[in-house]
């Protein structure tokens, strides 16, 4: 019979782009929401809404029992999880899949591997993925740490075994810093993620943040849809990403993109993933993989035509990838801005009722958003509130689109950081593609002096 009604355990962009993708395929919602997103788009336009408790994230969309309890009583035969939240929790994969609902994402085998850094590090170096230089595994002595530093050379970075966005993360310059730092990323590691856990990688002095779409059929069938490049990042949270990179030339992503793939079909993954590289001196280095959508994944469909959302639904209902890799084409160029309800160069989060709201249109512009006039964005989660995403045939006709959008959009009643992208537009190294995952940090620094 297949999936015919899918429950959407997440909130904002994402759960109203799910939503979007499934009533193009004829199969009904189910809108999930704490009490503070009852006036949410997504709650408003899905076939069915269930409360599953009050606004902390914790006792609502990080609520297992209560979103299974959900799916049972709003009988949804599948559940897509998203991005964030409880998309990368392999226990919770596990507990659909018991339940008899179909799971929208990978295998929960491949999730827990992929979340740990040290197997999912080994693993990739066992599927042929290059690797930065470092330790074998996790790294408790350090005598062995000294050793291994002293084997890579300086600089060296200590990194958390578990979890991500910089926490548990320490560069160290030379070798008398090397046990305080171990100690200091132990700690924070375990405050942060119940893991102190650490290992150690040469550190990369100024590297670009390169990642490869895939997706896998789960039978040992699998293509790549090319790479994003998403460089822009203020403390490890990517502000701005493109497709293709301005760096990679075609010859290197036909390379990478087939070792990507190729590892995929030996893993027999199923779904979407996106494998994370850092980028430097025409080189690549594995450092993670993400096992589920990207926030940033319009920009892979626009140059590709691919709806990688209706792609994930029909891999969870047992059918094959709609195309092989000789339909990829990459045509184009796309830029994604994340737009965040936020001062625009604070950063301090500004919630709030939304007073007035105009997306941009036009050709090749699309806005991924739940936002409306009367609309208030309550305090509690992330504070991205849209994507703008826009597409040219070349970058240069990308950027001056992307420009006119950015004139175009209103959101009022509360601050975001459309002012930035404005900005960041204008600026030299930018419009060349020149720019590495320091640029934006180091630029913002010079704007305040």
Not at 409 to 430: A, F, S
Request: hydrophobic share 40%.
């Amino acid at each position: 019979m297949g999936i015919s009604r899918i429950l959407i355990a997440n909130r904002g962009e994402i759960a109203l782009r799910i939503h979007r993708a499934a009533h193009e395929m004829g199969i009904e919602t189910v809108a999930v929401h704490s009490t503070a997103d009852a006036d949410a788009m997504h709650v408003r336009l899905a076939d069915h809404a269930v409360c599953i408790g009050p606004p902390s994230a914790t006792d609502s969309y990080l609520n297992i029992a209560a979103i299974i309890s959900a799916a049972e009583v709003a009988h949804a035969d599948a559940i897509h999880p998203g991005y964030g939240f409880l998309s990368e929790n392999a226990r919770f994969a596990e507990i659909v899949e018991a339940h008899d609902i179909a799971w929208i994402g990978p295998k929960p085998e491949h999730i827990r591997t992929m979340g740990d850094k040290v197997q999912a590090k080994k693993t990739a170096g066992e599927l042929g993925l290059p690797l930065v230089p470092g330790s074998a595994g996790a790294v408790s002595d350090y005598d062995e740490a000294r050793q291994i530093a002293a084997e890579i050379g300086y600089p060296v970075i200590i990194k958390a075994a578990s979890g991500g966005g910089g926490r548990g993360m320490k560069v160290c310059e030379a070798e008398d810093q090397l046990e305080t730092l171990m100690k200091q990323a132990g700690s924070e590691a375990k405050a942060a993620f119940g893991d102190a856990t650490v290992y150690i990688e040469k550190y990369l002095g100024n590297p670009r943040h390169i990642e490869f779409q895939v997706f896998g059929d789960g039978r040992g069938g699998a293509i790549h849809l090319g790479e994003r490049d998403c460089s822009l990042q203020r403390r490890h949270q990517k502000v701005l990403e493109e497709a293709p990179s301005p760096v990679i030339s075609d010859e290197d992503r036909t390379r990478m993109g087939e070792v990507c793939a190729q590892a995929m079909r030996d893993m027999q993954y199923r779904g979407a993933g996106t494998i994370e590289f850092l980028w430097e001196d025409g080189e690549f280095y594995f450092i993670e993989m993400n096992t589920r959508l990207q926030v940033e994944h319009p920009v892979t469909e626009a140059i590709t035509g691919v709806d990688l959302v209706r792609e994930q639904i029909r891999i969870a209902d047992g059918k094959s990838l709609s195309c092989e890799q000789k339909d990829i084409e990459f045509k184009g160029h796309a830029i994604e801005c994340r737009i965040n309800a936020e001062d625009p160069f604070t950063f301090a989060p500004s919630p709030g009722l939304v007073t007035s709201y105009h997306p941009a249109g036009g050709m090749h512009v699309r806005v991924d958003s739940g936002l409306y006039a009367g609309y208030r964005i309550p305090p509690y989660y992330d504070s991205m509130v849209a994507k703008l995403i826009v597409y040219g045939r070349t970058r240069e006709r990308c950027i001056m689109r992307l420009r006119r959008a950015l004139e175009e959009m209103v959101v009022e009643g509360v601050k975001t950081n459309i002012p930035l992208h404005r900005e960041l537009l204008q600026q030299d190294d930018v419009l060349s593609g020149d720019y590495s995952i320091k640029w934006l940090e180091d630029w913002l620094e010079e704007r305040e002096d």
